[in-house]
């Protein structure tokens, strides 16, 4: 989607267009008093307090029509500048406006914007009448706290959005559809895959048996491939000790995204946000030789981070999530080969996943900031320069960012761009010269000398909540057969005939491990069948006379209306091969 914010037309646009809002709910709410009407990424909004009225859903085209109309209207959009004097005499009977205009200094110059019987506070610009602004759309409504502090009165805003042509809009509009179609939180609602519930916690979800299969699948499946490639799974706690953060260096660097410290016995814990400090407890628990390494610790680990409500989405952004982490303890002789296999091993993921779009970000840090970043500009340039000697080496094409390295060392994140919304980190893997030394790590090398490893920090489904979000969005839901919560549904079309034949395949299927369900209501063929599609079951088993005479089975996929017919046996060795190759498609 396109961001309005970057488009210096459509970011005029929808800034005047808010204003017409504002004209309009005044002209229908004669008592309201406005905050502010920024342009955002995707449209604009405007803070309002209408007293004891409230806006609903079913109100937005009564005032989209009032919107409408005053645009028809045709008026001059009109600015003025004012002394700070002036403008709080203008606004006086407004305490938002006021609020604004005691905030600039004495002699700052105000400026406002007037558009018929409407003036309104506005640093501008905006278009030249309100006859431009003739493709719009109010989107939704939702409650925003007065300066967004929970202390202060809660106000109404409303959200639109403007474009120049009614194409454009109407495209708009069909994405917004694609995107409520791709909602994770709507698909996991429809498949009973995770719930949350504000007596438990915001951004704490549950799993429901469904969801928690689909976790489970992606938990085996990435350890069955980290086990390949010689990884050692542990396990450690929920809580650290403050002291253990504060060795770490996260206490410092990152305590604003943990959750509060918890007192006990004279000791301090915390909720740990990461698993980093434990692995390097792990590794320091006894000393190791040169011919160890690399060593790589891997966990799927619970986690917690602190954040705001108003980021919390479904299972994509929460306070509780669990990470596919790893840690390798390697010498600096094995950084590339150890870099390389990462990056073999997401790029290896995502073609089973089927991921194509994505890109490289080599993330550095900001040598002017010196709050957020480890100081030590020799392990820094130490630590770039390798990665981006294996990133070459490996031809991976890649972008550099600066400023957003974790405060030890760089990193290099894997973005994907999902088919609705902005792109976000999925796989990362960062360089660390920083923690090993911190934490006194060592190992023996060849001369018998104690030498400090260099840690690779890597996460390649990121977190597990956060890629079943991805994934059930890409696939709208209709996931591929090894990972669907039920994968096979038998049902037969006259019970009183069919019935024993679908319990004998349904003991057969169990048997060998494939997830049933036994549709045996006395129910039509066709409501079951639609039943089946909503639930996005891969394949339906139909049971007939046709299949009992011939003990065969026959078989529709999701979203398909022809049947395939065979014998059991091979129906079974089909499922098999497509679940144990992670096949998409049947």
Known sequence: MINIKEDEKLNVLNHSCAHLLAQAIKHLYPDAKFWVGPVISDGFYYDMDLGDKVIK?????????????????????????????????????????????????????????????????????????????????????????????????????????????????????????????????????????????????????????????????????????????????????????????????????????????????????????????????????????YKDLPIRIGEIAHDFRYEASGAIKGIERVRHFCQNDAHLFVTPEQIKSEFKNVMSLIFDVYKDFNITNYRCVLSLRDPLDKEKYHQDDTMWDKAEKALREVLNELNIEYTEEIGEAAFYGPKLDVNVKPAVGNEYTLSTCQLDFCLPAKFDLKYVDANGDKKTPVVLHRAILGSLDRFMAYILEETKGNLPLWLAPVQVNIIPINNEYHLEYAKEIEKILLDNNIRIELDDRNEKLSYKIHQSQTKKIPLSIIIGNQEVESNSISYRKFGNKETTTLPKEEFIAVLQDAIKNKITNL
């Open 57 to 289: 859903e079913e109100d937005l085209a009564r005032i989209e029509k009032e919107m409408h109309k005053i645009s028809k209207d045709g008026k001059k959009i009109i600015r003025h500048e004012l002394s700070k004097k002036e403008a709080l005499e203008m606004f006086k009977g407004d305490p938002y406006k006021l609020d604004l205009i005691n905030n600039f200094d004495e002699d700052t110059v105000i400026t406002c914007y007037t558009q018929g019987d409407f003036t309104d506070l506005c640093r501008g610009p905006h278009v030249e009448t309100v006859k431009q602004l003739k493709y719009f759309k109010l989107l939704k409504i939702s409650g925003a706290y007065f300066k967004g502090d929970s202390k202060n009165q809660m106000l109404q805003r409303v959200y639109g959005i403007c474009f120049e042509k009614e194409e454009d809009l109407e495209a708009y509009l069909q994405e917004l559809e694609e995107a409520k179609m791709r909602d994770h939180r709507k698909i996991g609602k429809d498949l009973e895959l995770f719930m949350a519930d504000d007596l438990i916690g915001r951004g704490l979800p549950m799993f429901l048996p469904n969801g928690y299969i689909i976790w489970e699948e992606l938990e085996n499946y990435i350890k069955d491939k980290e086990k390949k490639l010689g990884y050692q799974h542990v396990m450690t706690p929920c809580v650290g000790s403050v002291d253990l953060y504060k060795t770490s260096g996260h206490w410092d660097h990152y305590k604003e995204n943990m959750f509060p410290a918890m007192e006990i016995d004279g000791e301090t814990f915390v909720l740990r946000p990461m698993n980093c400090p434990h692995h390097m407890m792990i590794y320091a628990n006894k000393l190791h030789s």
